[in-house]
Protein backbone atom coordinates (compact mmCIF):
# COMPACT_ATOMS: atom_id res chain seq x y z
CA UNK A 1 0.00 0.00 0.00
CA UNK A 2 1.59 3.21 -1.41
CA UNK A 3 1.29 6.12 1.85
CA UNK A 4 2.55 9.97 1.35
CA UNK A 5 2.41 11.34 4.79
CA UNK A 6 3.21 15.23 5.20
CA UNK A 7 4.71 17.18 8.31
CA UNK A 8 6.16 20.29 9.32
CA UNK A 9 3.06 22.78 8.72
CA UNK A 10 2.05 25.70 11.08
CA UNK A 11 1.46 28.85 11.86
CA UNK A 12 4.40 31.16 11.75
CA UNK A 13 4.88 35.26 11.16
CA UNK A 14 5.36 36.75 7.97
CA UNK A 15 9.15 36.48 6.99
CA UNK A 16 9.85 33.42 8.93
CA UNK A 17 10.35 29.55 8.22
CA UNK A 18 9.10 26.43 7.98
CA UNK A 19 10.10 23.02 6.82
CA UNK A 20 7.99 20.27 5.43
CA UNK A 21 8.42 17.02 4.63
CA UNK A 22 6.79 14.13 2.52
CA UNK A 23 7.23 10.33 3.92
CA UNK A 24 6.45 8.23 0.79
CA UNK A 25 6.51 4.50 1.43
CA UNK A 26 4.95 1.36 -0.57
CA UNK A 27 6.75 2.75 -4.04
CA UNK A 28 9.90 2.92 -5.76
CA UNK A 29 10.73 6.91 -5.00
CA UNK A 30 13.30 7.33 -7.38
CA UNK A 31 10.96 5.70 -10.51
CA UNK A 32 8.74 8.85 -9.48
CA UNK A 33 8.38 12.32 -10.35
CA UNK A 34 8.12 13.95 -6.46
CA UNK A 35 6.15 17.70 -6.01
CA UNK A 36 4.67 19.80 -3.79
CA UNK A 37 1.62 21.64 -4.76
CA UNK A 38 -0.48 23.68 -2.00
CA UNK A 39 -4.23 25.08 -2.69
CA UNK A 40 -6.27 27.82 -0.05
CA UNK A 41 -9.51 27.92 0.28
CA UNK A 42 -11.84 28.89 -2.94
CA UNK A 43 -8.93 28.95 -5.16
CA UNK A 44 -7.27 25.91 -7.20
CA UNK A 45 -4.50 23.43 -6.59
CA UNK A 46 -1.09 25.11 -7.78
CA UNK A 47 2.69 23.81 -8.19
CA UNK A 48 4.74 25.12 -5.83
CA UNK A 49 8.21 22.97 -6.60
CA UNK A 50 8.83 19.44 -8.41
CA UNK A 51 11.30 17.24 -8.95
CA UNK A 52 12.06 15.13 -12.35
CA UNK A 53 12.26 11.65 -11.54
CA UNK A 54 15.32 9.45 -10.86
CA UNK A 55 18.11 9.60 -8.62
CA UNK A 56 19.34 13.05 -8.98
CA UNK A 57 16.74 14.70 -11.16
CA UNK A 58 16.11 18.64 -11.79
CA UNK A 59 14.02 20.92 -9.60
CA UNK A 60 11.38 23.10 -11.70
CA UNK A 61 9.71 25.85 -8.98
CA UNK A 62 7.11 28.04 -9.23
CA UNK A 63 7.73 31.93 -10.51
CA UNK A 64 5.62 32.82 -6.64
CA UNK A 65 8.23 30.62 -4.93
CA UNK A 66 11.96 31.43 -6.91
CA UNK A 67 14.25 32.38 -4.17
CA UNK A 68 12.50 31.93 -1.08
CA UNK A 69 11.40 27.51 -1.52
CA UNK A 70 13.85 25.10 -1.76
CA UNK A 71 13.08 21.40 -2.81
CA UNK A 72 14.95 18.57 -1.88
CA UNK A 73 14.85 14.90 -1.74
CA UNK A 74 16.36 12.46 0.00
CA UNK A 75 15.80 8.82 -1.93
CA UNK A 76 16.92 6.61 0.90
CA UNK A 77 14.80 7.85 3.10
CA UNK A 78 11.82 8.02 0.52
CA UNK A 79 11.30 11.62 1.80
CA UNK A 80 10.34 14.76 0.12
CA UNK A 81 11.33 18.18 2.02
CA UNK A 82 10.43 21.85 0.92
CA UNK A 83 12.34 24.36 2.97
CA UNK A 84 10.14 27.63 2.71
CA UNK A 85 12.48 30.51 3.79
CA UNK A 86 10.99 34.80 3.90
CA UNK A 87 6.72 33.29 4.02
CA UNK A 88 4.70 35.97 3.01
CA UNK A 89 0.50 35.81 4.39
CA UNK A 90 -0.52 34.63 0.67
CA UNK A 91 1.66 31.33 1.28
CA UNK A 92 -1.07 30.74 3.45
CA UNK A 93 -2.65 27.38 2.25
CA UNK A 94 -2.60 23.74 2.50
CA UNK A 95 0.46 21.93 1.46
CA UNK A 96 -0.14 18.66 -0.48
CA UNK A 97 3.22 16.17 -1.68
CA UNK A 98 2.81 14.33 -4.75
CA UNK A 99 4.14 11.12 -6.58
CA UNK A 100 3.60 10.40 -10.35
CA UNK A 101 5.45 8.02 -11.87
CA UNK A 102 8.21 8.88 -14.44
CA UNK A 103 6.96 12.16 -14.87
CA UNK A 104 9.59 15.35 -15.39
CA UNK A 105 9.62 17.92 -12.76
CA UNK A 106 8.11 20.49 -15.84
CA UNK A 107 5.12 18.25 -16.67
CA UNK A 108 4.07 17.50 -13.11
CA UNK A 109 3.98 21.27 -11.89
CA UNK A 110 2.13 22.11 -15.11
CA UNK A 111 -0.94 20.83 -13.71
CA UNK A 112 -2.04 18.79 -10.57
CA UNK A 113 -2.21 15.01 -11.54
CA UNK A 114 -5.44 13.20 -11.11
CA UNK A 115 -5.11 10.33 -8.60
CA UNK A 116 -4.58 7.16 -10.29
CA UNK A 117 -2.84 3.77 -10.15
CA UNK A 118 0.11 5.35 -10.41
CA UNK A 119 -0.22 8.94 -8.95
CA UNK A 120 -0.45 9.65 -5.13
CA UNK A 121 -0.87 12.13 -2.90
CA UNK A 122 -0.85 12.76 0.75
CA UNK A 123 -3.16 14.26 3.23
CA UNK A 124 -2.03 17.74 2.98
CA UNK A 125 -0.26 19.78 5.94
CA UNK A 126 -1.53 23.23 6.85
CA UNK A 127 0.79 26.64 6.60
CA UNK A 128 -0.39 29.77 7.67
CA UNK A 129 1.50 32.72 7.81
CA UNK A 130 0.34 35.86 9.71
CA UNK A 131 1.27 39.16 8.89
Known amino acids: QVQAVESGGGLVLAGGSLRLSCQVS????????VGWFRQSPGAKRDAVPCFDWGVTGNPYYADSVKGRFTISKDNAKKTLYLQMNTLRPEDTALYYCVADYGKFASTLCARPPPVSGTTYWGQGTQVTVSS
Open 26 to 33: GLVFTDYG
